[in-house]
């Protein structure tokens, strides 16, 4: 019996030929099977492969009914008479006769879409025409006697030395022992563990890290079989090779895949916080929420959640069910980890109470003393006394691709509002809220926040300040950095249409632009206070109209000598910003004299 199946030969391809050479074949005394077994980028309608043996005319393969990277191999077989194949291996036939198989594929099959999946194996199968009474190894004897005495092994019982079976491809021996592996398999199961016809040893050489993906001369699917609670998400590989090889993640890096630590709602809890409530203080649990509309108010109580919904588009948790809280509250001190992901947090009315205060803040969200971050969210519609769309105190997480639209503060704070925190807002938009007093857009106090890549438009105050308020108190000095940021077009109805910079009696504030515009703020002037430029910004303010006119003229110059010598205070009419008014100051001034322009 002629049973011969090729290695791996690659992953079927449209630019490179795949072929084997099945060697020393004997003549054909039955049907002969050529089977073809791939795994490719066959889904296609013009995606196919042609395969002919010999040099002869291509038959034709999976033009209709080929697959993408299938967990089967897609399988063709050709069937050749006994005729038929005898004529094609001639004239050599049963003294080194060759067949050889080639395949190549159309040309839009592209190798690399199964990566290290992809499998092209070819197998050819049929009773030859044995020299029974020969002398196939050249000692002398002949086969069927050495055979049949027991000098020369012949495992499987075919009067032909299991060293010519071998020799001439009728027997596989992967391991090169001079044992038939169909032998070694029949005496000995447990050479294989994963049973797959393959010797474990031969399995684990040719099939790399695709076998044993930790290299510890185990197969996976055997290693996750006898050694319970290593594959928790049942994919035969362990654990720690699929989170080394990102397929999956692992964001708390306790070792087990973050697929394994997930829970959904509705699909296993009816609502976000039985989701919250249900999961343990000190492991990290995912809550993927599907898209629809949830009812707040929901607390993270300080676990180590992340509330992730299928986006922010999708998934909306909405008010605060009557309830005098916040949509959504981080106020339980919670780790790095915990987050707010992908949702919509709309119509908060009226916000939380921080400890020790009867002020309402926060109306989507709330965090005090937290560590929790917002990622990819849309805060809207919501409003409280301070931070209309969000309060944060005295926390440390972070806040990105999220943007606080439409939402208004009775007093500081309509978008956004962080007191005494250390955070950083990157690539947010903060746009059309409003406030009656300081900060329509965005209002800091104290505290080391920076602000990377974010847009604040089109926000109103009633008062003060419609862009960003920077306000610092206490002792200590606090710090605002903003990089790659435009505050434009936002407007209060008394002063400070931009960034406004101030200061309690004993508060330090420092702030810095780089790269940064700040336009198109009424009333001007666009930034007003003390700030340092660190290069690349646009602000388009006049310089020199110290009174606010508009026009650079005898008013302004009469401030500007009255504020002769060394700055205290803001010091307006420090045009050059170097802490003292003096001549360098007049030459601006007297540079700009006129109306002023844009």
Same mark, same amino acid.
């Given at each position: 019996?002629?049973?011969?199946?090729?290695? *791996?030969?690659?992953?079927?391809?449209?630019?490179?030929?795949?072929?084997?050479?099945?060697?020393?074949?004997?003549?054909?005394?039955?049907?002969?099977?050529?089977?073809?077994?791939?795994?490719?980028?066959?889904?296609?309608?013009?995606?196919?492969?042609?395969?002919?043996?010999?040099?002869?005319?291509?038959?034709?393969?999976?033009?209709?009914?080929?697959?993408?990277?299938?967990?089967?191999?897609?399988?063709?077989?050709?069937?050749?008479?006994?005729?038929?194949?005898?004529?094609?291996?001639?004239?050599?036939?049963?003294?080194?006769?060759?067949?050889?198989?080639?395949?190549?594929?159309?040309?839009?099959?592209?190798?690399?879409?199964?990566?290290?999946?992809?499998?092209?194996?070819?197998?050819?199968?049929?009773?030859?025409?044995?020299?029974?009474?020969?002398?196939? *190894?050249? *000692?002398?004897?002949?086969?069927?006697?050495?055979?049949?005495?027991?000098?020369?092994?012949?495992?499987?019982?075919?009067?032909?030395?299991?060293?010519?079976?071998?020799?001439?491809?009728?027997?596989?021996?992967?391991?090169?022992?001079?044992?038939?592996?169909?032998?070694?398999?029949? =005496?000995?199961?447990?050479?294989?563990? %994963?049973? %797959?016809?393959?010797?474990?040893?031969?399995?684990?050489? =040719?099939?790399?890290?695709?076998?044993?993906?930790?290299?510890?001369?185990?197969?996976?699917?055997?290693?996750?079989?006898?050694?319970?609670?290593?594959?928790?998400?049942?994919?035969?590989?362990?654990?720690?090779?699929?989170?080394?090889?990102?397929?999956?993640?692992?964001?708390?890096?306790?070792?087990?895949?973050?697929?394994?630590?997930?829970?959904?709602?509705?699909?296993?809890?009816?609502?976000?916080?039985?989701?919250?409530?249900?999961?343990?203080?000190?492991?990290?649990?995912?809550?993927?929420?599907?898209?629809?509309?949830?009812?707040?108010?929901?607390?993270?109580?300080?676990?180590?959640?992340?509330?992730?919904?299928?986006?922010?588009?999708?998934?909306?948790?909405?008010?605060?069910?009557?309830?005098?809280?916040?949509?959504?509250?981080?106020?339980?001190?919670?780790?790095?980890?915990?987050?707010?992901?992908?949702?919509?947090?709309?119509?908060?009315?009226?916000?939380?109470?921080?400890?020790?205060?009867?002020?309402?803040?926060?109306?989507?969200?709330?965090?005090?003393?937290?560590?929790?971050?917002?990622?990819?969210?849309?805060?809207?519609?919501?409003?409280?006394?301070?931070?209309?769309?969000?309060?944060?105190?005295?926390?440390?997480? %972070?806040?990105?691709?999220?943007?606080?639209?439409?939402?208004?503060?009775?007093?500081?704070?309509?978008?956004?509002?962080?007191?005494?925190?250390?955070?950083?807002?990157?690539?947010?938009?903060?746009?059309?809220?409003?406030?009656?007093?300081?900060?329509?857009?965005?209002?800091?106090?104290?505290?080391?926040? =920076?602000?990377?890549?974010? =847009?604040?438009?089109?926000?109103?105050?009633?008062?003060?300040?419609?862009?960003?308020?920077?306000?610092?108190?206490?002792?200590?000095?606090?710090?605002?950095?903003?990089?790659?940021?435009?505050?434009?077009?936002?407007?209060?109805?008394?002063?400070?249409?931009?960034?406004?910079?101030?200061?309690?009696?004993?508060?330090?504030?420092?702030?810095?632009?780089?790269?940064?515009?700040?336009?198109?703020?009424?009333?001007?002037?666009?930034?007003?206070?003390?700030?340092?430029?660190?290069?690349? %910004?646009?602000?388009?303010?006049?310089?020199?109209?110290?009174?606010?006119?508009?026009?650079?003229?005898?008013?302004?110059?009469?401030?500007?000598?009255?504020?002769?010598?060394?700055?205290?205070?803001?010091?307006?009419?420090?045009?050059?910003?170097?802490?003292?008014?003096?001549?360098?100051?007049?030459?601006?001034?007297?540079?700009?004299?006129?109306?002023?322009?844009?």
């Amino acid at each position: 019996m002629v049973d011969s199946t090729t290695d *791996n030969l690659g992953a079927p391809s449209g630019l490179a030929t795949r072929e084997h050479s099945f060697t020393a074949l004997p003549f054909a005394e039955s049907a002969v099977t050529i089977t073809i077994d791939l795994i490719g980028d066959l889904n296609g309608l013009s995606e196919y492969v042609q395969v002919s043996l010999n040099g002869g005319t291509p038959r034709r393969f999976f033009e209709a009914d080929g697959n993408d990277c299938p967990a089967t191999p897609d399988r063709a077989i050709i069937t050749l008479t006994r005729a038929e194949f005898n004529a094609l291996i001639s004239p050599n036939g049963g003294t080194g006769a060759i067949l050889v198989v080639s395949m190549i594929g159309s040309p839009g099959v592209d190798s690399s879409e199964c990566k290290n999946a992809a499998l092209t194996q070819f197998r050819l199968q049929y009773v030859g025409i044995q020299a029974k009474s020969g002398d196939c *190894n050249g *000692n002398n004897r002949l086969d069927i006697a050495e055979t049949h005495d027991g000098t020369t092994p012949d495992c499987n019982l075919n009067t032909v030395p299991d060293s010519c079976d071998i020799a001439r491809g009728a027997a596989q021996d992967c391991n090169l022992n001079g044992v038939p592996d169909s032998c070694e398999l029949a =005496t000995t199961p447990a050479l294989d563990c %994963n049973t %797959n016809g393959i010797i474990d040893s031969c399995d684990l050489a =040719t099939g790399g890290t695709t076998v044993d993906c930790d290299q510890n001369s185990r197969i996976d699917s055997c290693q996750v079989t006898e050694t319970p609670g290593t594959d928790c998400n049942g994919n035969l590989r362990p654990d720690a090779c699929d989170i080394a090889s990102a397929t999956s993640g692992d964001i708390d890096h306790n070792g087990t895949p973050d697929e394994c630590q997930t829970v959904t709602v509705p699909g296993q809890y009816a609502g976000i916080q039985a989701a919250i409530d249900a999961a343990p203080a000190n492991e990290m649990r995912i809550i993927s929420v599907a898209a629809g509309t949830y009812a707040g108010p929901i607390a993270f109580n300080g676990k180590p959640v992340i509330v992730r919904g299928a986006s922010a588009a999708s998934t909306v948790i909405n008010g605060a069910s009557g309830q005098t809280l916040s949509v959504v509250r981080f106020n339980g001190g919670e780790p790095a980890i915990a987050a707010l992901e992908r949702v919509t947090v709309r119509g908060g009315i009226t916000g939380s109470q921080p400890s020790g205060s009867n002020v309402l803040v926060g109306g989507g969200i709330f965090g005090q003393n937290s560590a929790a971050s917002v990622h990819d969210c849309v805060i809207e519609n919501n409003a409280a006394g301070f931070g209309g769309g969000a309060y944060f105190l005295s926390c440390t997480g %972070n806040i990105t691709g999220t943007t606080f639209r439409i939402n208004n503060a009775s007093a500081d704070g309509g978008g956004f509002q962080a007191n005494q925190c250390t955070m950083s807002l990157t690539d947010t938009v903060v746009e059309n809220n409003t406030c009656n007093s300081r900060g329509a857009g965005v209002h800091l106090v104290q505290g080391g926040l =920076t602000l990377t890549r974010v =847009t604040v438009r089109s926000n109103y105050s009633n008062n003060l300040i419609g862009g960003v308020s920077w306000y610092a108190i206490g002792s200590e000095t606090a710090s605002l950095a903003m990089v790659d940021c435009s505050v434009t077009s936002n407007t209060a109805l008394v002063t400070q249409g931009g960034i406004g910079i101030s200061a309690s009696s004993t508060g330090t504030p420092t702030i810095s632009l780089r790269g940064s515009g700040v336009c198109n703020n009424l009333p001007r002037p666009n930034i007003t206070g003390s700030w340092t430029d660190l290069g690349g %910004n646009t602000i388009c303010d006049c310089v020199g109209d110290l009174t606010l006119d508009g026009f650079v003229n005898g008013a302004d110059l009469g401030i500007l000598l009255a504020s002769w010598g060394a700055c205290t205070g803001s010091c307006a009419s420090d045009l050059n910003r170097d802490g003292v008014v003096n001549g360098a100051d007049l030459g601006v001034l007297l540079a700009a004299w006129g109306a002023c322009g844009g």
